[in-house]
């Protein structure tokens, strides 16, 4: 079983920034892929981000050039710095990975951009 807790969110005015973590129970060493997705009321699960164990990173097109994923394996630790926030970024946002065939999914942490 892995668990993950993301943390992080919060109100932020447009334009703003903030950086999200998430925090897994087992070695970033043992996992091949993390992502992060996120949900805006009414609407369904999207995928926002990921990174693989070689380092390679991939995008939505709405948060390219704006949104950065990275991880440091030491601390087992997954982050989303996101930056020039808009409102349409507001949403609970998901940490999640896949081992052994298995989904998992953080408890989410909510991210509202408004002024």
């Known amino acids: 079983q892995v668990q993950l807790v993301e943390s992080g969110g919060g109100l932020v005015q447009p334009g703003g920034s903030l950086r999200l973590s998430c925090a897994a129970s087992?070695?970033?060493?043992?996992?091949?892929?993390m992502g992060w997705y996120r949900q805006a009321p009414g609407k369904r699960r999207e995928f926002v981000a990921s990174?693989?164990?070689?380092?390679?990173?991939n995008y939505a097109g709405s948060v390219k050039g704006r949104f950065n994923i990275s991880r440091d394996n030491a601390k087992n630790t997954l982050y989303l710095q996101m930056n020039s926030l808009k409102p349409t970024d507001t949403a609970v946002y998901y940490c999640?990975?896949?081992?052994?065939?298995?989904?998992?999914w953080g408890q989410g942490t909510q991210v509202t951009v408004s002024s």
């Open positions: 999640n990975t896949n081992i052994n065939l298995l989904t998992f």
């Open positions: 990174y693989t164990c070689g380092g390679s990173t």
């Open positions: 087992v070695s970033m060493l043992s996992i091949y892929a």
